[in-house]
């Protein structure tokens, strides 16, 4: 077990990603930005890692994408009016977006890459542990994934990579791994195969995105060559990293939605909205209502 440097404070949410599956829409607004009911993806990917006390983060950035910066920074104009117009829990929530969280940005010049994208954040990480957000992976959870990662890292003190079970037709879509369960729900990694044939997969345990790395993971990037898609994968890195230190996986409870999907939006939207009080009434009312013409 890791002793030092056990506290994990940062959290990197590489942001600099196309859409390209999300296209039109996300010619001009970055998928990052796309509403979930009332919030964007990435807010719910920070508020997920403050309830997991990882207060400092670290968002990467690319060309187009400066209206997630805006978002995070305060509105004096709102604010001022909100003030004068006396609506109080509007001001409330515009002021605990801007003070919830220490955000900081770099930006990834070329998109080569998961991998690439992570090793861009370096210098705002540091020599230290630090977890990975990828905020167009939507978890409906009762405890926050990364809350749950954190119990299980505070007991191993080494890498955690949240996994869940999928279909074989969609094995290919994931970077998928080879493990055994050392307690319920915890596996330690033997093997990852990035976006394996079906045939040639070790098991149908996928790699969602959310993840808890050591800062050796870094070294290991840089010495990453191009793999699937001409791109650094991050799966290639921490298999190279499995060869100098344990890695465990998480397979976490909860229900995912692939944000980047748009049937599996949608559906996130309507289960997002469901579970919102001031909407949850008037949407099952319409849905029962519902007339398909």
């Known amino acids: 077990m890791r002793k030092e440097n056990m506290k994990i404070k940062k959290a990197v949410f590489p942001a600099a990603g196309l859409g390209t599956r999300l296209l039109p829409i996300t010619k001009s607004i970055p998928k990052e930005m796309l509403t979930l009911v ?3 993806l990435i807010q719910y990917g920070i508020e997920e890692c403050i309830s997991a006390k990882i207060n400092d983060i670290i968002i990467v950035t690319g060309r187009g994408k400066n209206s997630i910066e805006d978002y995070f920074d305060r509105s004096i104009e709102h604010e001022i009016i909100l003030k004068e117009k006396g609506k109080e829990h509007l001001l409330k929530s515009v002021e605990d977006l801007s003070n919830a969280a220490n955000l900081s940005y770099t930006r990834q ?3 080569l890459g998961l991998g690439h994208a992570i090793l861009t954040a370096q210098n705002l990480v540091g020599n230290e542990p630090f977890s990975v957000v990828l905020s167009d992976d939507i978890i409906d959870s009762r405890i926050p994934v990364m809350k749950q990662m954190m119990g299980v890292y505070k007991n191993l003190g080494h890498s955690i990579l949240a996994v869940q079970r999928v279909q074989d037709k969609d094995i290919p879509k994931y970077g998928i791994i080879d493990a055994e369960e050392i307690q319920k729900g915890v596996l330690k990694v033997k093997d990852l195969v990035e976006k394996p044939e079906i045939r040639e997969a070790p098991s149908n345990l996928a790699i969602i995105g959310r993840y808890i790395l050591m800062p050796d993971i870094f070294e290991f990037l840089r010495k990453t060559k191009p793999g699937k898609g001409g791109e650094i994968q991050l799966t290639d890195a921490i298999k190279s990293l499995l060869s100098t230190q344990p890695v465990y996986a998480l397979e976490f ?8 999907n748009k049937l599996e939006l949608l559906k996130a939207q309507i289960i997002f909205g469901l579970k919102n009080p001031g909407l ?5 009312d319409f849905i029962n209502n519902l007339e398909l013409v």
């Not at 409870?253 to 980047?260: F, Q, S």
């Not at 949850?280 to 099952?284: A, K, S």
């Open 253 to 260: 409870e909860g229900t995912r939605y692939d944000g980047g």
């Open 109 to 111: 010049k070329e998109a």
């Open 38 to 40: 009332d919030k964007p």
């Open 280 to 284: 949850r009434t008037g949407l099952i």
